[in-house]
């Protein structure tokens, strides 16, 4: 989504010494190159430069990447990106994200170790950041504080201003503006787009979705209110509209796909309202991804096709990639080889062009893992079962060494390659496989991963005299069911 440039009156970045210090003598450039060499070691592409070694150590680019997290923390074994001068990922998920200091002080402003209005003390508030879970210990109680529903309301509420507020009076009250909307109460719009993507990269959907309504409410009812200023204005559209594909995502993933479309067709309108590109590529790349699982490939290609006319000026090769992947799907989806490779081979080429400083913040998941994950569902809607598996097993292989942290995209990839297995005729590989899914099933709660564990069920059902096929089938049938 596109974001405002930031008013004058705020403070600078702050300067990233620690980086500075351990470019030691080297030019920006001459450090630029040894990164790019590290990057080339562990089979990354960056496209660093000494303009982005300036603007890390300007303090600019507060966390980086994942691509270039890897490569930094190949380069200083045992550091961390705080012990690089970077801030933690959690604070920055999420574009229009700012520094904790950069924070205006206000009533509204709710910091996120901080108590909430509804009691929630900075401790549980810590447990909600799914990047802060580290030990199997941490992760059982966290997991029942997730479960339990507190933890995530608390996650997904916009601030003292109307958690479930329904109208424009509701929302902007004690605003102390007349009722205009400002600087704080676009934060926390932000603010809770960043915390419904963080715990969907942990959790899952299931338990998110219902509690991600009232502050989706809350957001379009600040837009009915109106703003100070045009900046105010634009940043709060990118907002709510960010906020609509997010909860958009969450109907999607548990299965509600009437809702979703819903979702996708609010930010839509709002990015066409406010002619933002880059929330208006967003919303029909999501569109497209919900148009193949819905069935509709032919409206799968067609808002792909849109999603990359609009983001044309926007100079990030993976959103093209990304978006030639859903053009891919919906390739497949109507049994059209030649479409589909086509539109593979153009994600793979711009894939290549690597990371860029223009990437739109919700794109961390498109990493490698994504891009073989999606590919292996090209080839099996073409009914290629070895082939898909072979991508899905790269899939579960890279997010398992690269990005731990998307539990729930691992149990996806990691579903994906249980019934292409099983499809392929490898009952037993298959049903090992599933073994693993149904182990990520206490942290991860996804209807769509569900529904793909019962079809491999059905799939390997004649085979539950195989080896470990009984196994899995009788672990799976006692799942409680998902309501």
Not at 145 to 152: I, L, P, V
Not at 253 to 268: K, P, V
Not at 286 to 310: K, Y
Not at 370 to 399: F, I, M, N, P, T
Request: proline share 5%; hydrophobic share 40%; net charge positive.
């Amino acid at each position: 989504m596109a974001s405002s440039p930031m008013a004058s009156s705020n403070p600078s970045p702050r300067a990233n010494v620690r980086f500075r210090r351990l470019r030691g003598q080297r030019s920006p450039s001459e450090f630029a190159a040894v990164i790019r060499r590290a990057a080339r070691d562990i089979g990354e592409r960056v496209s660093c430069d000494a303009r982005y070694v300036g603007r890390v150590e300007a303090g600019e680019i507060r966390c980086p990447n994942y691509a270039y997290e890897r490569v930094f923390l190949h380069m200083f074994p045992g550091r961390t990106l705080t012990d690089l001068g970077f801030a933690p990922r959690s604070t920055v998920r999420g574009r229009g994200a700012r520094a904790e200091s950069e924070a205006p002080v206000s009533h509204t402003t709710l910091h996120p170790y901080e108590s909430s209005p509804s009691g929630l003390s900075g401790l549980e508030a810590r447990e909600c950041d799914p990047y802060e879970i580290r030990s199997s210990e941490e992760n059982d109680v966290r997991r029942r504080a997730f479960m339990s529903g507190t933890a995530t309301v608390a996650a997904v509420s916009l601030g003292p201003f109307g958690l479930a507020a329904q109208s424009p009076a509701e929302a902007t009250t004690g605003t102390g503006r007349g009722g205009r909307v400002g600087e704080a109460e676009v934060s926390a719009v932000e603010a809770a787009v960043r915390k419904i993507r963080l715990l969907d990269d942990r959790h899952g959907a299931d338990g998110l979705y219902r509690r991600a309504s009232a502050p989706l409410r809350t957001a379009y009812a600040l837009l009915d209110a109106g703003t100070t200023r045009q900046s105010t204005a634009d940043r709060l559209h990118a907002g709510a509209g960010e906020l609509a594909i997010s909860v958009g995502w969450l109907a999607h993933d548990s299965g509600r796909f009437d809702d979703a479309r819903s979702h996708y067709a609010e930010a839509l309108a709002t990015a066409r309202m406010s002619a933002d590109p880059a929330l208006e590529a967003h919303a029909f790349c999501n569109t497209a991804f919900l148009a193949r699982d819905a069935g509709r490939p032919r409206e799968a290609v067609r808002a792909s096709q849109a999603a990359a006319r609009a983001a044309r000026h926007l100079a990030s090769p993976r959103l093209l990639s990304l978006l030639a992947m859903r053009e891919a799907g919906g390739w497949a989806g109507l049994g059209d080889r030649l479409g589909c490779e086509q539109s593979l081979t153009r994600a793979h080429i711009l894939f290549d062009r690597g990371p860029s400083d223009t990437d739109p913040e919700w794109m961390t998941f498109y990493g490698p893992a994504e891009l073989e994950g999606l590919e292996a569902q090209c080839w099996s809607a073409l009914g290629e079962w070895d082939r898909a598996s072979l991508h899905a097993r790269r899939a579960v292989s890279v997010a398992s060494a690269q990005t731990p942290q998307f539990t729930r995209n691992i149990a996806l990839y990691t579903a994906e390659l249980a019934d292409d297995l099983a499809r392929a005729g490898r009952p037993d590989e298959a049903a090992t496989a599933g073994l693993r899914v149904l182990g990520l099933l206490d942290e991860v709660r996804s209807s769509r991963i569900q529904s793909m564990l019962a079809t491999t069920a059905r799939v390997l059902l004649p085979h539950r005299r195989a080896s470990g096929v009984c196994g899995f089938l009788e672990r799976h049938a006692s799942l409680p069911r998902v309501v």
